[in-house]
């Protein structure tokens, strides 16, 4: 499966949904994922992890990857993205993916106005101390639009 695949299914979709062919995303990924894993089971990767190829497949494909994010907030006139919303029950755990995925997000002049946000309930208490600041905290503050 190649790039031109993907848009080949997008345009079967827009024939048969018009302008709201973008409304079954998800039935076309999950269409495209089980052409790939014909294509895997070819040449499979070591590890034989067809998700991890997967999602690299689909990153390339779309153009860009797709952030790992627990909700997305968008306009419903225009479906524009406005922001997304990373939660995590403490700072420790995988804060710096939210980073990386701040710093992706505004590299693409596609979702670079999309704002990157840090939800916890902090278990951990890392926002009930000023001092000393650890790094999962310095993450939070520096590299995301707010928490």
């Not at 949904?17 to 495209?32: F, Q, R, T, V």
């Not at 790992?68 to 524009?80: A, G, Q």
């Not at 590299?107 to 000393?132: A, C, M, Q, W």
Request: hydrophobic letters at 35%.
């Amino acid at each position: 499966m190649i790039t031109q695949d993907v848009i080949k299914l997008y345009e079967k979709y827009k024939k048969r949904y018009g302008n709201n062919a973008y409304m079954h995303i998800s039935e076309i990924l999950a269409e495209a994922k089980k052409i790939h894993y014909h294509d895997f089971l070819k040449n499979p990767t070591p590890r034989n992890d067809h998700e991890q190829s997967w999602k690299g497949f689909k990153g390339n494909a779309l153009g860009f990857h797709i952030p790992d994010v627990d909700l997305v907030i968008y306009n419903p006139k225009n479906f524009k993205v406005i922001a997304v919303l990373s939660s995590k029950s403490t700072l420790r755990e995988r804060i710096a993916q939210s980073g990386y995925w701040n710093i992706k997000i505004k590299n693409y002049n596609l979702t670079k106005h999309i704002k990157v946000f840090f939800v916890s309930p902090d278990e951990d208490g890392n926002f009930r101390v000023d001092k000393p600041m650890n790094k999962s905290r310095a993450i939070v503050e520096v590299d995301l639009d707010g928490a």
